[in-house]
């Protein structure tokens, strides 16, 4: 699946890369580990220099990331119009408002630390209608860390894939398995905090 993938994104290069990472920061938890690889590999290659793509991929981010801002306002309000009569919807709008007013900043940047938490994250601050201007600061330190250490593991896993084929499966497996485990600790966590409020 994985090679698919990064066969995918190398067909159209830096657009295959930009459409990757903008369909992940917009709530889809599509693996960006393939648009790393690519891009590992089109550094290698001597297409683009380290420091142009690294920026490229922060740009793609924050694009990304905004877009997903701007969609969880917009749900918000559809949202609230519609559940506004809901004592449960109510509740868990006032919770989420409530923590980003006092921990909006922090939160913002641990989530864009982190994968696959990062697709949700700029929906939820979007929802919780944190400010837009601090929303868009703290993304971007958060992206501007988070995306160095993850271009030089991607440029040694380029290189393991590159040399040793045969490590192409267990590559692979060991992404899918992260995807899948993250999931399944979102769905426990997120049932144990429903369990919590009914009590």
Do not use: C
Request: charged share 10%; aromatic share 16%; glycine share 8%.
């Amino acid at each position: 699946m994985l090679g698919y993938l990064i066969s995918l994104i190398s067909q159209y290069g830096l657009l295959g890369i930009f459409i990757s990472m903008l369909i992940e920061n917009i709530g889809i938890p599509l693996p960006t580990e393939g648009a790393f690889l690519v891009a590992a590999h089109l550094i290698n290659q001597g297409h683009y220099s380290f420091w142009l793509m690294y920026w490229f991929i922060v740009a793609s981010h924050m694009i990304g990331a905004t877009v997903a801002y701007g969609l969880g306002r917009w749900f918000n309000r559809g949202l609230m119009h519609r559940f506004s009569k809901s004592k449960k919807f109510a509740d868990a709008e006032r919770s989420i408002h409530l923590w980003y007013d006092k921990y909006g900043s922090i939160t913002v940047l641990a989530t864009r630390l982190v994968g696959y938490v990062r697709p949700w994250s700029s929906l939820i601050a979007g929802a919780a209608e944190f400010p837009f201007w601090p929303f868009l600061y703290w993304s971007l330190v958060g992206t501007l860390i988070f995306v160095y250490p993850t271009m030089k593991i991607s440029a040694l896993l380029m290189t393991v894939w590159n040399r040793y084929p045969v490590t192409h499966v267990a590559i692979s497996v060991v992404l899918i398995a992260s995807l899948f485990g993250i999931l399944i600790v979102f769905r426990f966590r997120s049932r144990q905090t429903q369990t919590v409020s009914e009590k």
